[in-house]
């Protein structure tokens, strides 16, 4: 009896040691696919939701976005580090992105935990977390073990005071851009946003938003 625990203890300290860290991987260069969005409401009260369809080429250094009820779209360009968002009715107002497009897991994210979706056969995922400095949110992104899929990301913290969460999750990826013209922006070009971009909320911090 006394060996048998004896044992198990051993081999619990073994495993505790082996904390097995996934290379930091690439997103794909170019996909598409649903993002699904709940947050904190403006000042912190209620939820949104929101489901829109994103288009991202590093290529090019470009994403959009189109909400799926055509109420909004978003062109975010960072060769120029400016972001578009554009109504149906010709409304158009840029802000300035805060971060750089981000292609891979940054060297200074930390690996939190691998996981499966699913039962047995099921999806395997790993988890990083990673401090934004400004606004100061924790995100912690979740990628697919095979192809570095982008899967969802959950941002806690604090904006202008009040208490902020958001949670995306991404579905149905492909590889492709079907229509091109989700990237162009009006001309002449739009006005800056002085309420900076109140329509999408504040944060993807791997989206650069
Ligand atoms: C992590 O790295 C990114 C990109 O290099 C940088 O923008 C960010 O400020 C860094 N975060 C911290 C907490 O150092
Ligand atoms: C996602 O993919 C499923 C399965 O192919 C399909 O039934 C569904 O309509 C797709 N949803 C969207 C929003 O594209």
Redesign the pocket.
Known sequence: MRITIVIAAILVVTCAGQVDVPARCCLPKIWE??MATVQTGPQGQGFTTT?M?MSYDFSIKKFALQE?NMRFRVVADFSKMIQYVITPDGKCTTSKLPTDMMACIPDNATFVETVVYGGPGGMVLDKWAVKVPDPPVDAVVTVTRDGCVFANEAITGTISGAPYFQAIEF??ITYAITDPTVFNVPSPPCPTDSNGNMLTGKTSFFMGL
């Open positions: 696919g649903r489901t369809r799926m579905s149905n």
